[in-house]
């Protein structure tokens, strides 16, 4: 096991501009995506609660211990006033990630059976079809742009046939979903995130209301059968709970395989591990995971209450800082290396508490898998010469592009 640090991240951020978001922190600012690690560091180990006066004011908790008690914790920190910082478009909260128990469970039990590991498993054949094909279409080029090609369809394709989304609709989702989640960095398109999230509504209300008059064997179908405390779904909440859904289910996988190829990548020694030894995949998986979180997610505060001898107010917002989090030397040794052989991995990429992420196990699934069915076909890549991957920040977190080149 080589355990050097990793160093293929490309600090470019000058110390004054780090200073800055030490002191004025935004994780909405396109100029963060640069290096956040040294951002995140330097909070950390100065102010693992600090104050950001930008988005109306708000904390940030950037060390393990406390990010950790936050999540555990949906009674003085609430995830009811929302999850997001600031609070964009939405017009009421998304169930069940912006609810608090017990209304949390009753929402969340609605869609955890389709997620369970019984469930999910049974994709295994279809999502190992899926690599083969989509790796059929670029292997002999010799080239790819990852994302593109390969990262966004995979999961899409899975998500989107779970839901009973149309799949020639898929290019659309994804200019919605991108809108959306990383509101600063919407490409081409003049459209803004709010349209693109009314958009969004109006489109799912449609579907959802033919899935009325047309039932199908797919998630909505089963949405709309449920009931909570003996009563059908509210509609509305039927429909943001479907928009969480299609938020979740087109971004976050992508962004985080992303990530993983970034580093295999750049770093040989890493990819030789997985090529001469695929057992370490399910380790290896969860080491990426921890290194690159995607989502930081906000929480409402509702009574005064102590963070590392920082006094928080009642009604105060609170953002945990996961990128910190997840490198505290507090909770994991060297903790800036990438290393597959670590024990008890307690990421808190997932969340943990009554909110940790339903769709954890499919995304498990899909990494594992993706990084069994690609090495076994193309074991030795480099990013394209001349390229260089960049990040978009978000609550959301991931790479724009990520070109890739091989010998045939």
């Known amino acids: 096991m080589d355990s050097s640090p990793d160093t293929t991240t490309d ?5 004054e501009l780090v200073e800055h978001f030490v002191e004025h922190f935004d994780h909405h600012d396109a100029r963060l995506g640069a290096d956040p690690f040294a951002v995140s560091t330097a909070m950390r180990e100065r102010c693992p609660v600090a104050h950001s006066d930008v988005h109306d004011g708000f904390w940030v908790v950037s060390n393990y211990a406390d990010a950790r008690a936050i999540m555990q914790d949906p009674t003085v920190f ?5 999850a997001r910082i600031p609070a964009g478009g939405k017009h009421r909260p998304l169930p069940p990630l912006e609810t608090d128990p017990p209304d949390h469970k009753k929402f969340r039990g609605l869609i955890a059976k389709a997620f369970s590991p019984r469930n999910i498993n049974a994709l295994e054949p279809k999502i190992r079809k899926l690599c083969d094909m989509l790796i059929g279409q670029f292997e002999a080029k010799g ?3 990852f994302i593109r090609d390969f990262a966004a369809p995979l999961p899409t394709t899975i998500f989107v046939e779970m839901m009973g989304l149309p799949l020639e609709d898929t290019e659309r989702f994804h200019t919605w979903a991108t809108l959306i989640n990383h509101q600063a960095h919407a490409g081409d398109t003049a459209m803004s995130a709010g349209e693109a999230q009314q958009q969004t509504l109006a489109y799912l209300a ?6 009325k008059q047309n039932p199908q064997d797919d998630l909505m179908t089963a949405l709309l059968d449920a009931v909570v405390d003996d009563e059908p779904i509210d509609p509305e909440d039927m429909l943001y709970m479907v928009f969480l859904l299609f938020l979740g289910g087109l971004d976050t996988v992508t962004s985080a395989m992303s990530f993983m190829f970034q580093h295999l990548a750049e770093r040989p020694d890493l990819r030789q591990q997985i090529v001469d030894d695929p057992t370490v995949i399910p380790s290896a998986v969860e080491e990426f995971l921890r290194y690159e979180p995607v989502i930081m997610i906000g929480r409402g505060v509702t009574e005064d ?3 590392s001898g920082c006094p928080v107010k009642a009604d105060d917002r609170v953002l945990i800082n ?4 997840n490198r505290d030397p507090a909770e994991f040794a060297d903790p800036d290396t990438i290393d597959f052989s670590r024990d008890a991995n307690r990421h808190l990429t997932f969340g943990v508490g009554p909110h940790r992420c339903v769709g954890s196990h499919l995304a498990r699934l899909e990494l594992r898998i993706v ?3 690609f090495h076994a076909r193309i074991p030795h890549y480099r990013i394209t010469e001349g390229t260089t991957p960049t990040r978009h920040m978000n609550q959301v977190n991931g790479l724009d592009t990520l070109p890739l080149t091989w010998s045939v």
């Open 11 to 15: 600090t470019r951020l000058s110390p």
């Open 78 to 82: 609430t995830s009811a006033k929302g």
């Open 143 to 145: 080239e790819c742009d």
């Open 206 to 211: 449609e579907l959802i209301e033919a899935r």
């Open 305 to 307: 209450v102590e963070l």
């Open 322 to 325: 996961s990128i910190a989090a």
């Open 371 to 373: 990084l069994e069915e």
